[in-house]
């Protein structure tokens, strides 16, 4: 079985039965700390909870897997005997993390048993046959293209807090990635916000497609973004797959060459979002958004699990944010704007506003809305818009 990866490259080969290698402790600390994420504490085959290690041509191959969600990273070593073997990722992970010498020797002998040396310290630790560890998914006629990993961490982290977490409405658990000619979309929905956020090719990618990642596969990605330049992104009707380039300088010192991370994706077909998009909004309000997001915070403070929203009283050149409890009492925020429309009123749930301005970058956004009883909008003027859904207004305010 050869995966994408293994094309590119070549360091997750056919070992032999046996194997050694020497490799600095930092470089196999930060690789087993890109895989042991995904590996739970109670995993449902004792093979789930090891990491497949693969020793070839000065390289050092680390996999995981939990079935749904597969890890694998590349390190330098010094390969004295090419081989593999699979080793408890938490247990392997802890001493190697504590030994004393910055440098590590590790040795297959018989009975699948590896010796760990560093210094004064010696480990023997019983493994799993490389034969029992699931392979990663094969992508031979898949799509792919590459985006810069900034662009892409950015276009997650402004969705990704709108995920449903109802596990009844599976297809929602997840983030809804649309591919066109010239631009890739993500959306995230749990039926009482909705977050879009897109971003625009310089070139023709030359194909459409679109595909639902699950969230504990988006968080595990939101993880590993960031470490290099470009991702390479492939997809099937049942995977997709994300190749992570580390930083140069990292790379230089062995610590890694790559983090590959394939997940399946959900099954189904994600909702009609345009459905839920206001097909007009009769204002629009500029708004700093880190004086927004604090004047939120702080109306927040007061308000209870019973009565969770804040009402928003918007007039001439005024907003004023107000939440109340009969637990906590009362709050009270004014914020001057630049509006001149008729005096309006609106409640939202706190959250539902935060959320989206803690994972925008820019310094001004837009407040869009119609009446009490429509969807509000924040949005930016190019690239992302979160709909949230209204609360009732109670009479007495």
Request: with cysteine; aromatic share 8%; net charge negative.
């Amino acid at each position: 079985m050869t995966s994408a990866l293994q094309n590119g490259n070549n360091c997750y080969l056919l070992g032999q039965t046996t194997m050694k290698f020497k490799i600095q402790k930092e470089a196999f600390v930060s690789g087993l700390q890109q895989v042991s994420n995904i590996v739970g504490s109670r995993a449902t085959m004792p093979i789930l909870s090891n990491v497949l290690i693969v020793a070839e041509n000065n390289r050092l191959s680390l996999t995981t897997t939990n079935l749904d969600i597969g890890i694998m990273c590349c390190v330098r070593a010094q390969v004295e005997s090419a081989g593999s073997i699979t080793l408890p990722v938490k247990k392997l992970f802890s001493i190697i993390k504590s030994l004393p010498q910055s440098e590590v020797e590790v040795e297959l002998s018989g009975g699948n048993q590896t010796r760990i040396t560093s210094g004064s310290s010696t480990f023997r630790i019983l493994g799993i046959e490389r034969e029992e560890f699931p392979p990663l998914p094969s992508f031979d006629d898949e799509y792919r293209f590459s985006m810069a990993q900034a662009d892409l961490l950015m276009m997650l982290k402004n969705v990704s807090y709108a995920q449903s977490l109802d596990e009844n409405r599976y297809i929602l658990n997840g983030v809804y990635f649309i591919l066109s000619d010239k631009s890739i979309t993500t959306v995230a929905t749990d039926g009482r916000r909705l977050a879009v956020a897109e971003h625009a090719f310089t070139e023709s990618v030359g194909r459409t497609g679109q595909f639902i990642l699950p969230a504990k596969s988006v968080a595990e990605l939101e993880h590993l973004l960031g470490q290099g330049e470009k991702v390479s992104i492939s997809y099937s009707d049942r995977q997709v797959a994300f190749n992570v380039s580390v930083k140069e300088e990292a790379n230089q010192k062995g610590l890694m060459d790559t983090v590959y991370i394939v997940s399946k994706v959900v099954e189904g077909n994600y909702p009609n979002y345009n459905q839920v998009v206001p097909k007009e909004t009769h204002q629009r309000i500029k708004v700093e958004r880190e004086l927004f997001l604090e004047c939120t915070q702080r109306a927040a403070l007061v308000v209870s699990d019973k009565n969770n929203s804040i009402r928003i009283k918007i007039s001439k050149n005024s907003m004023e944010l107000l939440g109340s409890s009969a637990e906590y009492g009362q709050s009270h925020e004014s914020m001057a704007i630049d509006y001149s429309g008729p005096d309006t009123q609106i409640a939202f749930n706190p959250q539902f506003l935060m959320e989206p301005l803690r994972a925008l970058t820019k310094d001004e956004v837009f407040l869009e809305f119609k009446d009490e009883l429509s969807p509000g909008v924040v949005k930016t003027l190019d690239s992302f818009m979160c709909v949230i859904m209204p609360l009732r207004l109670n009479a007495k305010e």
